[in-house]
């Protein structure tokens, strides 16, 4: 069974430049999440998706960021414009609702460098 | 300011020594899970656990949820190599089952 993918695996780009993630989560997985990981800290939260909602999304900085998951599946995040600060693995994770652990599966992240 | 405290932050022994890792909090959970990540990759879970005062066995490593279910340990016997890595661990609290993860310990066990 193939995991969570995520592409691209690295970025580098100028600040003020648009860029966007991809994530596929594994089939069948209801429940999305895209994290944040600054070098030497844990994952942080930006959005939880349950299918095509955003139940949580209190932490994505909505000036700048925006995500979608429009099928219910794949979903991307896109930063607009990047600051050197958001030079960072952004994470995504896929779930399978109704378990009571909610146990994630992690993708390998893509590594954002703003310059 | 992090809901989790994990401590150590480093820790670095030799192989077949006994280590064991804190993770901390003022906060109920409603679960606890522990995490392994190696560079380059993302976390891989190791355990859940749901009730305070819980144990879970896994090879050479034991999980421990606090009776409170505020706190949680891991315990490695006879580390290895192969054990290195971040070891995060994450509570979930809250409307959504929302997970919030520690900082983290950076282990390294040397042959």
């Known amino acids: 069974e193939a995991g969570v993918v995520q592409s691209p695996r690295y970025k580098i780009i100028e600040k003020k430049q648009p860029v966007a993630f991809w994530c596929n989560p594994i089939s069948g997985h209801n429940t999305l999440y895209w994290y944040l990981q600054n070098l030497g800290q844990g994952p942080e939260l930006l959005i939880r998706y349950e299918n095509e909602e955003a139940v949580d999304d209190s932490q994505l900085p909505k000036d700048r960021f925006s995500a979608e998951r429009l099928k219910g599946v794949d979903s991307t995040l896109k930063i607009q414009p990047a600051e050197l600060g958001d030079s960072a693995v952004y994470l995504c994770a896929s779930s399978l609702r109704g378990e009571e652990s909610y146990e994630q599966y992690f993708g390998p992240g893509t590594r954002l460098t703003v310059t | 300011t992090q809901l989790l405290e994990q401590s150590p932050q480093f820790l670095s022994i030799q192989e077949g020594e006994n280590l064991t890792v804190y993770c901390n909090s003022s906060?109920?959970?409603?679960?606890l899970q522990w995490y392994r990540q190696e560079p380059g990759e993302g976390p891989v879970l190791l355990v859940t656990v749901v009730t305070g005062g819980e144990v879970k066995k896994l090879k050479r490593l034991t999980f421990q949820f606090g009776d409170a279910r505020k706190d949680s340990s891991l315990h490695i016997t006879a580390a290895q190599p192969g054990d290195t890595g971040l070891y995060l661990c994450a509570g979930a609290a809250g409307r959504f089952n929302k997970f919030y993860f520690g900082s983290g310990t950076k282990l390294n066990v040397k042959p």
């Open positions: 906060s109920v959970f409603s679960s």
